[in-house]
């Protein structure tokens, strides 16, 4: 299942999906984590997963949002974050560090590579993406945040 938000992604390279398994009552319980608590995209993603399961023939499934720990981009996978810089999206580093909370990290532009980049805006297209513009190629792109 896609991501609502970047269609490029799965709820699985995001690292929303946290597990499926067997609930003690026999049903089949899938658990997912929002990317932040106000995350508009929860509700759409927990009805695709509900949607997935029936025509999967399960009948006894359900969704369960797990807020602890909270999500952190360190869960996104090296296919994610491929996928993302291939869309345009510059993708988080791989380990978060306190540097990249404070936006004390380059940003490369995932058109041309250049670090010669600058932000415009804390936020993009979505809460969890800030506006950047590369002064390289002057192309503005995404950057989805470090949390």
Do not use: Q
């Amino acid at each position: 299942m896609v991501d609502p938000e970047v269609p490029v992604l799965t709820i699985e390279d995001l690292g929303v999906l946290r597990g499926v398994g067997v609930a003690e009552d026999g049903a089949v319980e899938v658990a997912i984590t929002p990317t932040y608590s106000g995350c508009p995209a929860m509700n759409v993603i927990a009805l695709e997963v509900e949607l997935a399961l029936e025509r999967a023939g399960i009948a006894k499934g359900r969704v369960r949002t797990v807020l602890s720990p909270a999500w952190t981009t360190d869960w996104m996978s090296d296919e994610g974050r491929r996928k993302l810089k291939e869309y345009g999206i510059a993708p988080p580093a791989p380990k978060a560090t306190r540097r990249a909370l404070f936006g004390l990290e380059a940003i490369a532009c995932p058109r041309c590579g250049s670090e010669d980049t600058e932000k415009i805006t804390e936020f993009g297209s979505t809460a969890c993406k800030a506006l950047w513009r590369c002064r390289s190629c002057r192309e503005p792109f995404d950057h989805f945040k470090c949390i």
